[in-house]
């Protein structure tokens, strides 16, 4: 029981984290807007002091904004909520398509072994070998490759 706790715990931390880091820029933010707002033109004179407590206090600013039913933190608290179910959802569909089957490969992807290779890549005999060299290169070219290797010996004797 207690492992299992403990498994469950690590997997979920870092949803946790980010939710509450997320949550925690959300009254930062709010708490911003409403001293913009509040403030205006000596808006950089007192932001300092309303950082301050926003990043000191964020749990009662948060609890105060959402009594409040601030629009601001409620959209925002929303859009993070959001964007961590997401990606929670999005890592566990991630996984299941990752899980391997019998050959501890995922996808199609599987080793073989020379006697594989040898048989599925170069299993081509000397007609098909042949065969292929002709159809593959162009007859002026090799013209031109014979008639110039027959002037070079003829050049060497």
């Known amino acids: 029981m207690k492992n299992r706790l403990l498994g469950i715990l690590k997997t979920v931390w ?11 820029l959300a009254e930062i933010l709010t708490g ?15 932001m300092p002091d309303v950082l ?3 990043a ?4 009662h600013y948060y609890t105060m904004y959402l009594a409040q039913r601030n629009p601001a933190l409620i959209i925002i608290s929303v859009a993070v909520i959001l964007y961590t179910a997401y990606f929670v959802l999005k890592r566990n569909s991630k996984n299941k398509s990752w899980e391997t089957a019998d050959t501890d490969t995922h996808g199609s992807a599987t080793w073989g072994d ?14 098909d070998l042949t065969r292929n060299f002709n159809q593959e290169t162009n ?6 490759l014979i008639e110039r290797e027959s002037k070079s010996r003829i050049d060497k004797k």
Request: overall charge positive.
């Open 32 to 46: 911003s807007i409403l001293a913009l707002s509040k403030y205006k033109l000596t808006f950089a004179d007192h």
């Open 14 to 24: 870092p949803y946790i984290l980010t939710l509450l880091l997320g949550l925690y």
């Open 114 to 127: 020379i006697k594989d290779l040898m048989e599925h890549f170069f299993r081509i005999n000397e007609k």
């Open 139 to 144: 007859a002026d070219v090799l013209n031109s």
């Open 56 to 59: 000191l206090h964020p749990i």
């Open 52 to 54: 301050k407590g926003l």
